[in-house]
């Protein structure tokens, strides 16, 4: 796909954010978040500076099938079984205790965690390796104590998972199969 194609399928959303962020939908809608202030110079320079990125992201999807109905479940019933009891143990590892347990089927979102200390669990994070799972939920247990990604967050993230930024790019897209 050309950069010129690139251009034509992005929509660019303005809003009272700081950074520029490149988000690709489930669909392969191309949505570029930016500061209100932003011209469209610099709007066409982050898309040409990150063409290859979203290359790759989009080759990545057209190798991606929606999961099923009965997959979906298969996936729900596994979280509920193998989840809990792999959050007792990072949160009894790191001395934390959350209020709670939902398992869910987000598709937007691994995983979050409320003000009120109650962890919440996406389903399809049992589409991805171990290593990947176990990132989110000592992620999501961190947040009991800094409720932000704030330097004090990362900090605390690092020191414990060195290697988060490795178990991240582990992650399966939720709600997606590879064909």
């Known amino acids: 796909m050309s950069q010129a194609s ?10 009272k954010r700081r950074t520029m962020q490149l988000e ?54 596994m ?13 009894s590892v790191m001395g934390l205790e959350p209020q709670g347990l939902t398992i869910t089927r987000a598709k937007t979102r ?14 399809y994070l049992m589409q991805s390796a171990e290593e990947a799972i176990d990132y989110v939920l000592v992620h999501e247990l961190y947040h009991l104590k800094y409720l932000n990604h704030g330097q004090g967050f990362h900090t605390m993230l690092e020191g414990f998972l060195p290697d988060w930024r490795e178990r991240k790019k582990r992650l399966c897209p939720p709600s997606f199969a590879a064909i």
């Open 79 to 91: 979280a509920k079984e193998y989840l809990p009891g792999r959050l007792r143990h990072w949160a």
């Open 110 to 123: 691994y995983g979050s965690c409320s003000v009120k200390g109650r962890i919440s669990l996406s389903c």
């Open 6 to 15: 690139h251009f034509e399928r992005i929509t660019v959303k303005r809003s």
């Open 24 to 77: 690709i939908d489930r669909l392969g809608n191309i949505i570029l978040r930016c500061p209100l202030f932003c011209s469209a110079e610099q709007v066409n320079a982050f898309v040409t500076k990150h063409t290859k990125r979203i290359e790759r992201k989009l080759q990545k999807q057209k190798k991606l099938r929606p999961l099923d109905q009965k997959e979906t479940d298969k996936l729900l019933q």
